[in-house]
């Protein structure tokens, strides 16, 4: 199908043939594209509803009495980038890591940095990328499993530096596999920085009941995170550079829900955790 081939109901894609944590990637596509449209948009992706089109799935379904969310995840995806952009800034021949890139654009919205960026996903999503997402020059795309290793040695040399993120991805796994992940990173790729979103044991028990789209897809939730500081106790190559929640910041766009900052339970249920991976001579003794 050529990609101005405009998607009919014959010629949809059917959600039904992806695995169901890659079906979640059109959640964020949903509420990108109604942000986009916004004239006080926080962040613009003007092919998110074009891409959206393309699947058999209701629009309004996805993003249905989810304000707050949509709000969160816009923020969530400008951070990301924020971090990748601060990291090209200190590390010039940086590389960037997407791990489940879905149908994400943050390629083109960190063209003006110049980063090397990777995208690791499905072979089904990958697929669909190859397909609706023109690659530019420093693109590279890799199909197979977040927790199959092998991926590693797609993604150039260890001595390059590297900012690893996961957006809307963690969660998804359960506890001992995201240990077993970041434990890997850290051993293999000394110096690199990796940046991801945790939920508490509030949030994952909410998502689990009232989230519908996520019922909808099959996916499961099975891992929270209590305290950010856990993580470190895992190896001395581990160091928090920040957790940071959506509420740090007074955003026009929360203002309603700016109450939840003083009840930690609301304000940490959803959050960032910005880390770095030291080398082995700089590891905390």
Avoid at 144 to 150: A, K, L, R, V
Avoid at 198 to 224: D, E, K, Q
Wanted: aromatic content about 10%; glycine content about 4%.
């Amino acid at each position: 199908m050529d990609r101005r081939e405009r998607p009919t109901s014959e010629n949809k894609i059917a959600v039904s043939g992806l695995p169901p944590a890659a079906r979640t990637l059109l959640i964020p596509l949903a509420h990108r594209a109604l942000e986009n449209d916004r004239p006080d948009a926080l962040l613009k992706d003007e092919e998110a509803a074009a891409l959206l089109a393309r699947f058999d799935e209701d629009y309004a379904r996805l993003t249905r009495g989810q304000h707050m969310e949509g709000v969160c995840i816009v923020m969530r995806a400008r951070q990301l980038d924020s971090y990748a952009r601060h990291f090209a800034a200190t590390h010039p021949e940086a590389e960037v890591v997407d791990l489940g890139c879905g149908l994400d654009t943050r390629p083109r919205r960190l063209q003006s940095v110049a980063l090397r960026w990777y995208g690791l996903d499905f072979p089904e999503v990958i697929a669909l990328r190859e397909s609706w997402l023109p690659k530019g020059p420093n693109e590279t795309l890799i199909a197979g499993s977040i927790m199959d290793f092998s991926w590693f040695e797609a993604v150039g040399s260890r001595d390059t530096p590297k900012i690893f993120l996961a957006e809307g991805v963690l969660p998804y796994l359960e506890a001992g596999e995201v240990r077993r992940l970041i434990l890997a990173l850290a051993h293999r790729f000394p110096g690199a920085e990796m940046a991801f979103d945790a939920i508490n044991r509030f949030s994952l028990w909410i998502h689990r009941l009232t989230h519908a789209a996520i019922r909808r897809s099959g996916a499961h939730l099975g891992w929270w995170l209590k305290d950010s500081r856990e993580l470190e106790a895992w190896s001395p190559w581990i160091r928090v550079l920040e957790e940071w929640s959506y509420f740090d910041q007074a955003e026009p766009r929360l203002k309603q829900y700016r109450w939840m900052r003083h009840i930690k339970a609301f304000s940490r249920a959803n959050r960032l955790v910005h880390l770095s991976f030291a080398s082995r001579a700089k590891a905390r003794q």
